[in-house]
């Protein structure tokens, strides 16, 4: 079965300074979908970034990229430049490709706070 | 607009009661997912559906019940068999994993609480 941790369960920065949240996932398929998902206060979940297992580039948004690390099997967010806005929830999640359910696993998530 | 809509926003059961929640999407996704987020933990499947008229449990689907009789609509109803309903309840949409999949779409949850 695949597990997603995030060891962080709260993190602060201050507004534009960089951070970096952490995930690691255990897992034994060869082929599958890492996203990082954002939930405000508003709790509408929303998708910031996500990436794809067999392509070795970090995917990137703007102010939002990725650390992949598949053979560590981690993969964490940075956030530039850090907005007031950024304030929410992050949630990361694994997908597996085989058996084509589109079930997504999810960490326990961080809380990120920006202070202005 | 396209997306989906749960309702209603906050919904207050007594004990020994079941409830349905709505959820509705109009970006004609094949699948459908209900999720449970509880405080200090991530989201949970409870069921999930890949196609009208089919759908398999997830990992908490004792207590709950759901049906897939239109492509739009996924209703889930929390029975009193679930011990402890209290929570919030996320549903979510997307194209079929293997079809130009790109991510998962939620709404905007819907609040249960046990009174």
């Known amino acids: 079965a695949q597990t997603v941790t995030q060891s962080q369960p709260e993190m602060s920065v201050q507004e534009a300074e960089t951070v970096t949240l952490s995930c690691t996932y255990d897992?034994?398929?060869?082929?599958?979908?890492l996203f990082w998902y954002k939930q405000p206060p508003s709790r509408q979940m929303i998708l910031v970034i996500r990436?794809?297992?067999?392509?070795?580039q970090n995917a990137t948004e703007n102010r939002f990229s990725v650390n992949f690390q598949k053979a560590a099997k981690s993969f964490s967010l940075k956030i530039s430049d850090s907005q007031l806005g950024d304030t929410a929830m992050y949630f990361c999640a694994f997908m597996k490709v085989a058996g084509n359910t589109g079930k997504l696993i999810f960490g326990q998530g961080t809380t990120l706070q920006v202070k202005p | 607009d396209g997306g989906i809509t749960q309702s209603p926003k906050y919904l207050f059961r007594k004990e020994g009661q079941n409830v349905t929640l709505s959820c509705e999407q109009n970006?004609?996704?094949?699948?459908m997912y209900w999720y449970r987020q509880d405080p200090g933990q991530g989201l949970r499947l409870i069921y999930y559906?890949?196609?009208?008229?089919?759908?398999q449990k997830g990992d908490i689907a004792e207590g709950y019940s759901v049906s897939r009789e239109k492509k739009e609509s996924f209703p889930l109803t929390v029975t009193s068999a679930q011990k402890n309903p209290t929570a919030f309840y996320l549903c979510?949409?997307?194209?079929?994993?293997?079809?130009?999949?790109?991510?998962?779409?939620f709404g905007p949850g819907t609040r249960l609480t046990v009174l």
């Open positions: 897992t034994s398929e060869s082929n599958y979908y």
């Open positions: 559906s890949q196609i009208v008229n089919d759908f």
């Open positions: 990436q794809e297992a067999y392509k070795q």
């Open positions: 970006l004609n996704h094949d699948a």
């Open positions: 979510a949409s997307s194209t079929a994993p293997r079809t130009n999949f790109r991510e998962q779409f």
